[in-house]
């Protein structure tokens, strides 16, 4: 089993940052990848970025240029720094890792909240 634990969220003004953290625990092997998710009132969960143990990034299109996601594997922990933050960007904000080979699996955070104030 793998734990997840997300910190970092909050409430700031539009054109603020924020930066996400999710530090993972248990039996994690490689490859693997974690990313973040969210989901805004209303709407269905949605990708916001991954990154592979081998550092490779994918971004949906509404975040790129304005968020990074990285990694620090000694400490299997997930980050997510986002800047230029809009009112469109409040969700609740899922920590996600996912095993790519042996075992399988797919985990997830309990989810922290980002509220973006106009």
């Known amino acids: 089993q793998v734990q997840l634990v997300e910190s970092g969220g909050g409430l700031v003004q539009a054109g603020g940052s924020l930066r996400l953290s999710c530090a993972a625990s248990?039996?994690?092997?490689?490859?693997?990848?974690m990313g973040w998710y969210r989901r805004a009132p209303g709407k269905q969960r949605e990708l916001v970025a991954t990154?592979?143990?081998?550092?490779?990034?994918n971004y949906a299109d509404s975040v790129k240029g304005r968020f990074t996601i990285s990694r620090d594997n000694a400490k299997n922990t997930v980050y997510l720094q986002m800047n230029s933050l809009k009112p469109e960007d409040t969700a609740v904000y899922y920590c996600?890792?996912?095993?790519?080979?042996?075992?399988?699996?797919?985990?997830w955070g309990q989810g922290t909240q980002v509220t973006v104030s106009s």
């Open positions: 996600n890792l996912r095993h790519l080979g042996f075992p399988g699996g797919t985990y």
């Open positions: 248990g039996s994690i092997f490689s490859p693997n990848d």
């Open positions: 990154i592979t143990s081998g550092d490779s990034t």
